[in-house]
């Protein structure tokens, strides 16, 4: 959340011309921590993707009631069907990929369940996406193939913020360097990246239309 708390001054820092928000999609919402934020910025269209059971029912019951926020319970990603997520009793760690290096590095947080879920490419998704150019993933190593299934969607976000890694976090995982590979051909530039201090293994980066 980093970035996005400070996406402002970040834009100011690195003297890029302001972009007007429409709407944002938020794919991997947990219990919906950054809701206050997007309202704080005056994002009032927003789909929030999470496909936990558990994790679902409390985003349902904190933002049921604003009219404006659209929830599904499904994963994404590049394919559809059903695929098996690796639990941990958080559930801020869960991932479709089996946990790798992440096991080490916090030897604390257990992977003890699985659960099934329904996993479909958001370019299938139906919702107007000109009204949306938002786009914030957090899905614990699996943003690219989510990027992959957004090829058409794409054409219309002006602001990526995306979890990245430097470590095989999770086996099979995507670097930043493939993340990069994959936005920049599309019109994006990455602007700025955030790592977290614990290792500086994993963190968040930001990618903007070119201007």
């Known amino acids: ?17 302001p972009i007007r928000v429409k709407g944002c999609i938020h794919v991997g919402a947990h ?37 404006f926020v659209d929830l599904r319970m499904v994963a994404l990603g590049n394919q559809t ?14 991932s479709v990929l089996e946990p790798a290096h992440h096991l080490e590095q916090y030897p604390q ?9 329904k996993i479909v490419r958001l370019d299938d998704e139906e919702f107007p996406r000109e009204e949306y150019n938002f786009l ?6 699996y943003e690219l193939e989510v990027l992959r299934g957004a090829e058409e969607t ?29 936005l920049l051909p599309r019109g994006f530039d990455k602007v700025f990246e955030y790592w977290q201090l614990d290792g500086g293994t994993w963190g968040d980066a930001l990618y903007v239309r070119k201007q």
């Open 109 to 117: 947080i257990k992977f003890d369940k699985k659960e099934t879920v």
């Open 81 to 94: 069907g059903e695929v098996e997520m690796h639990l941990e009793e958080r559930g801020l760690s869960s």
């Open 136 to 141: 914030n993933i957090d899905v614990q190593g």
């Open 31 to 67: 219990e919906g921590q950054e809701y206050n934020v997007y309202k704080a910025y005056g994002m009032n269209s927003m789909i929030f993707y999470e496909p936990l059971k558990e994790n679902f029912e409390k985003l349902k019951s904190r933002l049921r009631y604003d009219p």
């Open 1 to 17: 959340m980093e970035i996005l708390t400070h996406l402002g001054q970040i834009f100011a820092d690195k003297n890029i011309q």
């Open 154 to 182: 794409l054409k219309h976000i002006d602001i990526i913020i995306s979890e990245v890694n430097r470590a095989e976090m999770y086996k099979g995982c995507a670097r930043i360097e493939d993340i990069d590979e994959f």
